[in-house]
């Protein structure tokens, strides 16, 4: 990211969130400098707006089909990757998709291995009761509704039977409105992650609280030197 890139990005952040936030991640990327931060969450109660709830019976919620993702996949808005379509066909992911009649509300994606995909070259390995919630997206003209909420409820109904009983996710540090969004639908932090890139090698320092994993953590290199 530029020098030039850099501050329009703050002006942004200071016009949509304020002077305290714009500080924040001005800071942030200082003491951080060359390092990209990831803050680890967790969700174990979702939260969502009574709205969504009491409407939930006029939705239809369900794991989609690989055919089900390609019909989606040719429309731009939906977002759907034919990298998304082939990791649910390899049995890698599954979207649990949220349809209102035929007009598509939202979806959330699950990664189904236990090593997460945090970044290139590395993954998180989780607890057995724990699956990496790695993209999500709600159609403009439902959003404000608290159904991103609503489909963590939904999901987790789904996965109980696997015994999965949270969610996992990230954040890049400054991305103050993924960040808020997730805090929104109840996750909670966890841990961080530091990347710093230095030449052919990449150090990183990985914090995570004791309550989330008890055991013993391991963040896997997948290839890169580590130091």
């Known amino acids: 990211m530029t020098l030039v890139t850099k501050l329009n990005y703050l002006f942004k952040i200071y016009r949509e969130y304020g002077f305290r936030e714009f500080l924040r991640i001005g800071w942030l990327g200082l003491w951080h400098h060359g390092a990209n931060r990831l803050v680890l969450l967790a969700l174990t109660k979702p939260t969502y707006v009574q709205r969504s709830s009491a409407d939930e019976r006029f939705y239809d919620f369900h794991f989609a089909s690989v055919d089900e993702l390609m019909a989606m996949k040719k429309k731009p808005d939906y977002e759907i990757a034919q990298l998304d379509v082939d990791r649910v066909r390899m049995g890698i992911a599954r979207c649990l998709v949220q349809w209102d009649g035929d007009q598509l509300t939202g979806y959330t994606w699950v990664w189904l291995k236990k090593l997460a995909y945090i970044a290139d070259g590395f993954y998180l390995n989780l607890p057995d009761d724990a699956i990496y919630n790695y993209k999500a997206l709600t159609l403009p003209a439902y959003r404000g509704f608290g159904f991103q909420g609503l489909r963590h409820v939904k999901l987790l109904e789904l996965l109980r039977p696997d015994g999965i009983r949270r969610l996992f996710g990230f954040v890049a540090s400054e991305n103050t409105r993924s960040f808020r969004g997730v805090r929104k639908s109840g996750y909670q932090v966890v841990g961080e992650l530091l990347i710093r890139k230095t030449g052919q090698r990449v ?16 963040l896997e290199d997948m290839g890169c030197p580590m130091a």
């Open 203 to 218: 150090h990183t320092r990985l914090r995570l609280n004791a309550d989330f994993w008890p055991g013993k953590p391991v």
